[in-house]
């Protein structure tokens, strides 16, 4: 699984894509409303993890997750 930190614009916030091996779009959601799309694709029990990865994470980097 990927994932990767998008810059917003202007009144767009910033959000976090998650994709699979095949680069398919798994989860897109906001920085700061992440819960929610966590529990709907099963990773809810990870988000600490994720997130941490998230805060140090530069815009526009995709990075590997290891779960």
Do not use: W
Not at 41 to 47: D, E, F, P, V
């Amino acid at each position: 699984m990927y994932i990767i930190k998008v810059k917003g614009v202007a009144k767009i916030p910033d959000y976090v894509q998650l994709r699979d091996d095949k680069f398919t779009l798994l989860a897109y959601f906001r920085v700061d409303r992440p819960e929610k799309s966590l529990d709907k694709i099963g990773l809810g029990g990870h988000y600490d993890h994720i997130m941490n990865i998230v805060k140090e994470l530069p815009f526009g980097k995709i990075v590997k997750l290891e779960l």
